[in-house]
């Protein structure tokens, strides 16, 4: 069973089981159904695991085993549910960041030093006992955006491990109370902050913009590295700031070995150390007019693939060019080295009798980068084909968490919102990133909005996550998006 399938299947049951469900308080709603899913009549159970599917994870912090579990089968349908909403059956030691959740009834002691996600009001508990462990870098669940750090927490993470504070800093959202900042400030001022390799990016977030301006106006580019914990938002948050661009160009003179750095940056300094690279892609993220001139020059280029990406980002300007017939050449898209937004733009002015099929057949081929895979869909969508919706829903179910939200609104333009089928069952999961993204997606594509908050409580993100399922099902019939 599914976490898509049972959602959406609910819509048809959920009446028989509790007609009066929504008046009911979400408590005891959750407890009833977990009881009726022990009922002799088969239909009362079924409708129940229904129902439960669609209220979500929040229905484990109300299961105890050890009581309602003592009925074999109402055992038995908790842990298909479990198991369809990503609770690991044990806590298993992971890779890094979103391993299994580590469920309600577990010792928090059990689960310290595993990349497990508490999905429950202990978070802050734990956060609490990893301070006192000996390895620093025990500390993974600072990052989590879930957990709203208290004063004493973040005092407490500062006296113990004061290394520990980048992972604070770090977080997505900047998600502290209101005098955590205050703290957090007196601590990047001080000696042992100015220590900390990203100290004057945090304190630009913070809304200190000086220190980072100073760092690279004279050249120290090293920690805007993509790479060395700073994220591409970062980048997109920095060259949104003129007086940021122009003092990282003016760093440049002074460090062009770091070039790098600058995929968002408009600058004629970077411009022409990507044309000496032959770095079609990155000068494409560059403005127009410190772009254009330098891809033509590209063209001349004696290697193909050059010549390739260079017409492949000329495209994306909409600028056609004689390379870019090399498109129905599988192996060139072996060393394309644009993004897939890139792509995807310059597969508007693709021509020939088959186009569509071409592109079909590349996001088809298993043998080529993923990346390559995902562009050839999304500019398989942008050329508005309605034809090409079933393809496209067909592999959206098929790509990672964080590229369905940018697909699914693709498949909207081409009047389809059956991404929300895809979209509304990441709500409930574990990422904080995933849950934001498809909410963001989900109300760009139905103009609705349920004030769903990706880093509320568990209890908070499944109650409004119910309410896209339940407005989904009501509408997904009769509704048709109307996107550009």
Known sequence: MTHCVTILAAAFVAAVFIPDARAEAPEEEIRRAILALGEEDAKLRDNAQLLLAEIGPEAVLLYH???????AEIRRRMEELMDAWEFGSEIIEGDGPGGPRVRPWVAIEEALGLWASLEDD??????????DKPRSDQMGYFENPDVPLSASLLRAAIDK??????RIAVREDLNLADDCRAILLEFLRGENGRQLKWTPYFLYRLGERE?????VRGGKLDDLRYGSGLKKDAHDLLAGDAGFCAAIAEGFAKSPDHAGVANRFPSDGFADFY????????LAQLERAVSLPRLRELLNVDRPSVRFNAAVALAAFGEATEDLKQWTDREIWRYCECEADTIARAATLLTGERVEERLRELADDASLDPEVRFAALRGLAARKRVRDITFVYTHLKELPAQVQPEVAIDLARLGSAAGANVLIPKLYGTGYAFRRDANNALKKITGQDFNYNPAGTLPERCRAARKWAI??????TSFHPDLK
């Open 65 to 71: 085993p050890d009581v309602q579990g003592k009925d």
């Open 122 to 131: 202990r978070l802050p508990s734990a956060l609490e006992l990893q301070l």
């Open 161 to 166: 491990k004061p290394k520990s504070v980048s």
């Open 211 to 215: 220190p980072l301006l100073a760092t």
């Open 275 to 282: 044309l000496g690279e032959e770095d079609a892609g990155r």
């Open 471 to 476: 407005w989904w099902r009501e509408n997904r």
